[in-house]
Structure formats: C-alpha cells, structure tokens
C-alpha cells in the first residue's frame, strides 16, 4: 500500500512559479513510476508530466518548456516545478504511482490556481 500527499498548491499571478510536492509514505518508491494530471472545474482529468523509474521524462505538449518533474527517492518525493504559470494551468493537480504489478495510487490533489 503506497499513500500519496501532495503540496505546495496556491494563489498566484500569472507568470509565476510554484513547487508541488507528492510525497510518498508505505513503500520503497524509487521504483514507482510517479505521474502529475490535473482537472479543471467542468473538465476531465488530463496528463502534466511523468517520471519513470528509470528516469525517463514524459510532459503534456501544453506545459513543455515550462514545467519539470525531478524526484528525490531518498525523500520519497516527487516534485512539479512550475514556471511561467497561466491562467489556463489553474486546476486540482494530481500525483499517481504506480510499479509493475501494483495497483494505481492517487493522491487526494491540490489546488493550483492562477489569476490574470
């Protein structure tokens, strides 16, 4: 059983930054493959960005460029580094994990909301 807390959501303006954090408690993480979606009032889930366990980096072409995600497996953390923030990022963001085998872990999200 692996549980998921993210932090570090808020207000800002536009072009600002933010850091979440999904931290993971229960399990070894380093061998999850660890994931960031977000959901906007009235839209469905999307995929931000991805993080293997290998290393390997995936991102949603709408936040390439701006957002990276980097893991500390020595914290057992994940994290979002958000920069040039725009309204249209305001959302719920997600983090999930998962390994081989495993059921899919979800976070419980935080608010991430960007004024104009």
């Known amino acids: 059983q692996v549980q998921l807390v993210e932090s570090g959501g808020g207000l800002v303006q536009a072009g600002e930054s933010l850091r979440l954090s999904c931290v993971a408690s229960?399990?070894?993480?380093?061998?999850?493959?660890v994931g960031w979606f977000r959901q906007a009032p009235g839209k469905e889930r999307e995929f931000v960005a991805r993080?293997?366990?290998?290393?390997?980096?995936d991102y949603a072409d709408s936040v390439k460029g701006r957002f990276t995600i980097s893991r500390d497996n020595a914290k057992n953390t994940v994290y979002l580094q958000m920069n040039s923030l725009k309204p249209e990022d305001t959302a719920v963001y997600y983090c999930?994990?998962?390994?081989?085998?495993?059921?899919?872990?979800w976070g419980q999200g935080t608010q991430v909301t960007v004024s104009s």
């Open positions: 999930n994990a998962k390994e081989t085998f495993s059921p899919l872990y």
């Open positions: 229960g399990r070894t993480f380093s061998s999850y493959t």
């Open positions: 993080i293997r366990w290998s290393g390997n980096l």
